[in-house]
């Protein structure tokens, strides 16, 4: 099938059910989030040929649908919504709070057809769920010491300590999880010794002579946090690139 004739679906996704819309034939459709409604979603695109689906990010919801229309043989593309309001707003289409529905995130798949889909990846999955959790309790411990800083009573810093003890002890466990992840899946383990090289590469290089350069030198050299947020967050991102390059090379 030519890029120009793919049939392409706009999906919005809410916790119970789903709204579908083929914008192309004008059709629209509500489907219930269980073993019926996937049926019937997957018996109802492919009456119309549907090549590629595409929703947005809704806070995991989305994942489920995807996966039945993966297992279905469509592609699926999940984009930020951020992507699609703006989009919406430059039509004209929308105004700055109005809800994005099923036939706006279509006209989004549809002037974007080409772009590729996304294969499902546990690990990478997991990872990122990983992450977000460890990062939620450093936000959270960060916020805590920020407040002792600033003379509370006695009890309320005694409390905060504690409190804050129990969350390294967690977030040393998210930590662990997260290296048996990484090294148990050989993409992760691969990206974790690229980070690792060029970490080691910052702590050698030569300082600049310049005092301002200096004192940027030494927060970039500074070793952060095993495991940092930002550190997973671009080893997340880099491992979603490789698998788009390498699908994108297969289909080439």
Request: hydrophobic share 45%.
């Amino acid at each position: 099938m030519a890029q120009n004739d793919l049939v392409v679906v706009g999906i919005d996704v809410a916790k119970d059910k789903v709204d579908a819309c083929i914008r192309r034939f004008k059709l629209q459709q509500t489907f219930p989030n269980n073993p019926q409604g996937h049926r019937k979603l997957i018996a109802w695109l492919r009456k119309y040929q549907v090549g590629k689906a595409v929703m947005e990010a809704s806070g995991g919801y989305e994942r489920e649908w995807r996966n039945v229309l993966h297992n279905a043989g469509i592609e699926v593309r999940i984009v930020d919504p951020r992507r699609v309001r703006n989009f919406a707003l430059s039509a004209g289409r929308l105004a700055k709070n109005d809800p994005i529905d099923a036939e706006m995130i279509s006209w989004f798949a549809e002037t974007f057809s080409q772009a590729p889909g996304q294969i499902p990846d546990a690990a990478r999955e997991e990872l990122a769920g990983l992450a977000k959790a460890r990062k939620a309790l450093v936000d959270v411990k960060v916020r805590l010491l920020a407040q002792n800083e600033h003379a509370a009573p006695e009890p309320a810093r005694k409390a905060h300590a504690r409190v804050v003890k129990s969350l390294a002890a967690e977030i040393a466990k998210l930590e662990a999880a997260i290296s048996a992840k990484v090294k148990a899946t050989p993409g992760f383990a691969e990206l974790a010794e690229i980070i690792e090289v060029f970490r080691a590469w910052l702590k050698r290089r030569p300082r600049s002579s310049s005092q301002g350069c200096q004192s940027s030198d030494r927060s970039a050299t500074r070793s952060p946090r095993p495991w940092s947020g930002s550190l997973l967050m671009t080893m997340i991102a880099a491992s979603g690139a490789a698998s788009a390059t390498s699908r994108a090379a297969a289909a080439g």
